[in-house]
């Protein structure tokens, strides 16, 4: 009897693994086909925009180099390069106006092409109205749409500071920007109700981007824009994820605005989540399943084969059931002391990495340049080679900060460290010294040498201004510098005591230079 109750105790144990063993494998399967199913879909996504990008830089090159730019002629190119695709809603050009020659525009435009042409703008119901004066205004000059009843002709984006970021973005950068999700604007009489994105490209005069940010600013003459909603762009995507019984989400990531195919979704946690960096703009995709799509991995014959698996096993089900066990805790110990040996040499290595960089430009620290200048001059000494040492200060960065705040004042180091570290040579290396102050090691370089070098560098921080969206101005960054040679016999201490000396002699000399000491 009790040998009885423990045969039906352990096939009743069985039962239950089985179950759970083949329920956990579906679930295995179903994680991994998710994930499959999102990492197409983020390639396909991904490929798509840049589709989209090659048809718009051809339309810019065009118009950029187009002496006399009419409706006709930009409309039958558009068409040309990007014909009845189904991806597209708006091309459009959009001209740069400055307040002073807004009147003068309207009047000839409406004289030469659309007589009832004028800048407008929506105010906060969506009612258009007249655009507000502003400095510049970026209107939408000409544009082609395969919907008849899509206008946007005159719309002037300077309205809207969100559109304007990806504009001011891509002028500086000479790059082309994507704009976060908006709904899009169709005419001055009507919204489309559909959510979208912008993809902007700049377009300067002469159709050649300028290297400098003073002459991007200068010689940008206006954007070509490629208006796009998520349903039009990625319809393919979309429609062939429902026939799989899923549902998808692109969130923009820095507004929290969720553009979402919505199905009847299933109740359950199961969600496949990725990230997708375009053209400076952040997007998590999600995919998230509904119950048909969890029907399809349910099978009357697995279940069958679990009867007769459990009939096969039914008379060594005890000590398969013991040695099953056994082997699954020593697995588990085993994963379990492997993940805790690998943590402990991962966080010993990222701590003792950590230490030796700065938190906010990610440098080398003090203690760190201490200890790389102590070695390079070993090295120096060993091989006969020549080192240089150059102390950099930022110009006024008290001022800075008192005026603008301490959280400026750590984005300005942040972009100075960014900027210098672009431009320097591989085997150099760029350490914060402490505050504004930052230390340049220049390995096996004569004085003559660091000297040109240093000025090279110092012309490239001469060309860094940096944003202020509180006083709504650009804050030009400059520097000064003191460069020294190791001379026989220097120690550390007295090396950067010599640099240090060169740097005070170019601050009281007037700042935005370099001094050397002999």
């Known amino acids: 009897m009790l040998q009885n109750a423990v045969l039906a105790i352990i096939f009743i144990s069985l039962s239950l693994f089985a179950y759970h063993s083949i329920e956990n494998n579906q679930q295995l399967e179903i994680a991994k086909d998710l994930e ?50 189904p991806e597209w809603d708006i091309l459009e050009w959009q001209p740069i106006v400055r307040k002073e020659d807004r009147t003068s525009f309207e009047e000839n435009i409406r004289s030469s092409f659309y007589p009832n042409f004028r800048l407008w703008e929506p105010d906060d119901k969506g009612e258009p109205r007249q655009a507000a004066v502003r400095e510049e205004h ?18 002037d984006l300077a309205w809207s500071v969100e559109r304007m970021e990806s504009k001011w973005s891509a002028r500086d950068t000479g790059n082309a920007q994507l704009s976060g999700l908006f709904d899009l604007v169709t005419s ?38 490629g208006v796009y909603s998520i349903n039009n762009a990625f319809s393919e995507i979309i429609t062939s994820l429902k ?21 009847e979704l299933a109740d359950s946690s199961t969600i496949a989540t990725g990230s997708l960096t375009l053209l400076s703009q952040n997007w998590q995709i999600k995919l998230i399943p509904n119950q ?8 009357a014959r697995e279940f069958a084969f679990i ?16 040695l099953h066990r056994k082997q699954l805790k020593l697995l588990e110990l085993k994963e379990t002391l492997e993940h805790t040996l690998h943590y402990v040499r991962n966080s010993k290595d990222r701590f003792k990495e950590q230490a030796r960089r700065d938190a906010l430009t990610k440098l080398l620290n ?33 001022k800075i900060n008192d005026t603008y705040g301490h959280v400026f004042g750590d984005e300005v180091l942040k972009s100075f460290a960014e900027t210098f570290s672009k431009y320097l040579r591989e085997q150099d290396v760029l350490c914060r010294y402490g505050g504004e102050e930052f230390a340049l090691i220049m390995i096996e370089t004569t004085l003559e040498e660091g000297d040109k070098i240093a000025n090279r560098l110092f012309d490239e921080v001469r060309n860094l201004s940096i944003f202020n969206k509180e006083a709504e101005r650009y804050i030009h960054i400059t520097c000064s510098g003191g460069l020294a040679q190791y001379h026989q016999n220097d120690s550390v201490k007295n090396f950067i005591k010599r640099a240090d000396e060169a740097l005070y002699r170019a601050k009281r000399a007037g700042r935005k230079q370099i001094c050397l000491h002999q």
């Not at 996504?45 to 187009?66: C, G, H, M, P, Y």
């Not at 000059?141 to 005159?154: A, Y």
């Not at 340049?369 to 102390?391: H, N, Q, T, W, Y």
Request: with cysteine.
């Open 36 to 85: 499959h199913e999102l990492s197409d879909s983020i390639v396909t996504i991904n490929n798509q925009v840049q589709k989209q990008l090659e048809d718009l830089r051809a339309i810019a090159s065009f118009v950029s180099l187009t002496t006399t730019l009419t409706p006709t002629s930009f409309e039958n190119y558009a068409m040309r390069k990007i014909g009845e695709r």
């Open 138 to 155: 970026v209107p939408v000059l000409f544009m082609v749409s395969k919907s008849s009843d899509t206008n946007t002709r005159g719309l």
């Open 188 to 225: 001055d009489t009507q919204s489309s109700n559909k959510l979208g994105y912008a993809i902007t490209l700049p377009v300067y005069s002469g159709g050649i981007t300028p290297t400098d940010l003073y002459d991007k600013q200068k010689r940008i003459i206006g954007y070509i824009a």
């Open 243 to 263: 026939q799989s019984n899923l549902k998808i989400e692109i969130v923009d990531t820095p507004t929290d605005i969720d553009s979402s195919i919505e199905i």
């Open 292 to 299: 048909a799509f969890f029907n399809a991995y349910s099978s």
């Open 307 to 322: 009867g007769v698996v459990i009939g096969c096993w039914f008379l060594l089900s005890w000590f398969l059931f013991l």
């Open 366 to 398: 003090k203690q760190a340049f201490i200890e790389k200048v102590s070695d390079e001059l070993g090295r120096a000494v060993r091989f006969k080679k020549p080192l240089c040492l150059l102390m950099i200060d930022l110009d006024h960065f008290k």
